[in-house]
């Protein structure tokens, strides 16, 4: 069946250190999207990816879509305590969204 | 404006019990999407409806029924219940069948 692989599982960092997470889809997908789930709470949408190659930017997060619309990626520069939570991506298949399994953003004490 | 409702936020069942979870989407969303989220997983997709149609269905098993009614709100049903059914089960509105999803704070299923 189709399936999202997501990138690490967990990814521990220093306050101020980047983080990316990433994406590979076994099929093309028409969008791709990328939520944030704090700790005991719902996933939040933050973007969608709809264009080949495209390349969005919300303050200190970069989102990228591949070339072929298999993969994508979410990298965030500098990060803070606030972005503390696990990242998911979900690509859009045949009308249902697929989702990753997510990674878990840590900052190190 | 209010946001999706789930309700009951929590409940415990016993193995073989039926469980109805319900949702109210934002105002003016057509389309229900119900997910099970298992600690430490990312959502799976069970189903979702748009305009009382069921558009999409995951790989869940029979058990698993769901309908949404006049008012866009929906039902999910789940029959003959396996403890393996215990999760975070999440409802998410949104204004078409492919635009971003506003989800719910969730029903916490506990079977036991």
């Known amino acids: 069946g189709q399936q999202v692989m997501q990138i690490p599982q967990y990814q521990h960092v220093q306050e101020g250190e980047d983080f990316t997470t990433y994406c590979n889809s076994s099929t093309t997908l028409s969008n791709i999207q990328w939520y944030k789930q704090r700790p005991g709470g719902h996933p939040v949408f933050l973007i969608q990816l709809v264009k080949s190659g495209e390349v969005k930017k919300q303050k200190r997060l970069t989102f990228q879509f591949g070339e072929a619309k298999k993969n994508s990626s979410l990298h965030i520069t500098a990060t803070q305590t606030t972005d503390v939570g696990t990242y998911f991506c979900?690509?859009?298949?045949?009308?249902?969204?697929?989702w990753g399994a997510g990674t878990k953003l840590i900052i190190k004490p | 404006d209010a946001g999706v409702t789930q309700s009951p936020t929590h409940l415990i069942k016993t193995r073989g019990q039926h469980v109805t979870l319900r949702c109210s989407p934002i105002?003016?969303?057509?389309?229900v999407s119900w997910y099970q989220q298992v600690l430490g997983q990312g959502p799976q997709f069970i189903f979702q409806y748009y305009e009382k149609e069921e558009r999409g269905r995951g790989n869940f098993p029979d058990r698993f029924s769901a309908r949404q009614f006049p008012n866009y709100s929906s039902e999910l049903n789940v029959n003959a219940l396996l403890l393996g059914d215990s999760a975070l089960y999440l409802c998410?509105?949104?204004?078409?069948?492919?635009?971003?999803?506003?989800f719910g704070q969730g029903t916490r299923l506990t079977v036991v």
């Open positions: 998410a509105s949104s204004w078409g069948v492919t635009r971003e999803a506003f």
């Open positions: 979900a690509g859009e298949s045949n009308y249902q969204l697929i």
């Open positions: 105002s003016g969303h057509k389309s």
